[in-house]
């Protein structure tokens, strides 16, 4: 087996607890050697409250699949590493649903960032991040999951 190399992105998830059953999920990008112009952490997407129950089970079954247990995390403070492929997925998601309504267009957009590669889950979410007006993708994103007229 090979040794992960020290110079891939650093990612980590955060869990806070806002009050009985308000938990808020947030991935963060941490500073490491690929990422130079990081220096501090950098909050990429999070999501709580309706939303987030409403995904809560594909969210689960992603951090299950990557050894996070979100019940152990702590209130405050330091959160769980997370592997780059889960990070950019949930971040995906969460900034993508964050304000949604509607809750057949978010499964539809849900599984649409599911079936995605992991290019294509990089390429939304580094659009959304870096580009001047983010709503336009993540508009534009939703509208691509949602069309029914879509191949």
């Known amino acids: 087996m090979m040794a992960m190399p020290r110079t891939l992105p650093r990612y980590e998830l955060r869990a806070r607890r806002h009050g009985l059953g308000d938990t808020e999920l947030e991935i963060w990008q941490l500073p490491s050697a690929a990422t130079p112009h990081i220096s501090i952490p950098l909050r990429l997407a999070g999501l709580r409250g309706r939303n987030l129950d409403l995904v809560e089970h594909r969210v689960l079954k992603r951090l299950k699949e990557a050894g ?5 995390l702590p209130i405050e403070g330091m959160g769980s590493p997370i592997a780059e492929d889960a990070a950019l997925r ?5 900034r ?28 939304w979410l580094g659009m959304a991040v ?6 336009r993708v993540l508009t534009a994103l939703r509208i691509i999951m949602t069309d029914p007229k879509k191949s």
Do not use: C, Q, W
């Open 96 to 123: 993508t649903l964050a304000p949604m309504r509607s809750r057949e267009a978010m499964r539809l957009v849900a599984d649409g960032i599911e079936t995605m590669g992991r290019e294509e889950a990089a390429y």
């Open 130 to 135: 870096h580009r001047k007006n983010p709503r």
């Open 90 to 94: 949930l971040a995906l998601l969460f």
């Open 68 to 72: 996070i247990r979100i019940d152990i």
